[in-house]
């Protein structure tokens, strides 16, 4: 096991973080183009599989992340951010991993209640299974219901936490107390883990 850095996360910590985000940024772009953008209904069919690979990925990835937390702590935060930051901090954390597993979750969820029954494959190699608990239940249009709400507006909360936790990244390392070197891909010892 890896000895925490006040400084830095892992190399595995960073790239994980890296790789979500850019995933992320992703499921959002396309999650929105589905649904407000003018395109034609094939390229619509298109675009839901690739944003159910990325959803799938990302749902691993996250498992992957928080085993890795398991292993090894996070560094701590710099001892210099006040108390109330410090809660606010670790409050931003908890939802974003809240949503980073509930939004995956739910569109499995989705998926699987789907009137339509399209299989998800993903990256046009891989079929995935449907949601096991959920693929036999006999109220699947009231889950599916529940599900495509929470998913709706679970992204545009997650929009809005991820606009609050790169806002504060970004004023910290401006403020020089908390800097962005902390989970940068280049430049420094990495040595703490995963968020």
Not at 132 to 153: G, N, R, T, W
Request: charged content about 10%; glycine content about 8%.
């Amino acid at each position: 096991m890896t000895k925490p850095s006040p400084e830095r996360y892992s190399a595995v910590a960073v790239v994980l973080h890296w790789a979500m985000a850019l995933g992320i940024f992703a499921l959002i772009g396309i999650g929105l183009t589905m649904k407000h953008g003018n395109i034609p209904k094939a390229q619509v069919v298109q675009l839901f599989q690739l944003h159910k690979s990325i959803g799938i990925l990302i749902l691993l990835l996250v498992i992957v992340r928080l085993a890795w937390r398991l292993v090894q702590a996070p560094p701590a935060l710099p001892s210099v951010l006040p108390a109330l930051e410090r809660k606010a901090a670790h409050a931003g954390h908890a939802a974003l991993y809240f949503f980073m597993l509930a939004l995956p979750l739910s569109g499995w969820a989705l998926v699987t209640t789907s009137r339509f029954n399209i299989p998800t494959v993903l990256f046009g190699l891989v079929v995935w299974p449907p949601m096991p608990f959920l693929a036999d239940s006999a109220d699947k249009a009231a889950i599916h219901e529940v599900m495509e709400a929470f998913h709706k507006y679970g992204a545009y909360v997650l929009i809005a936490v991820l606009a609050v936790h790169i806002g504060a990244a970004l004023r910290h390392a401006v403020k020089g107390d908390a800097p962005l070197s902390r989970m940068s891909l280049f430049g420094g010892k990495a040595g703490g883990s995963a968020k």
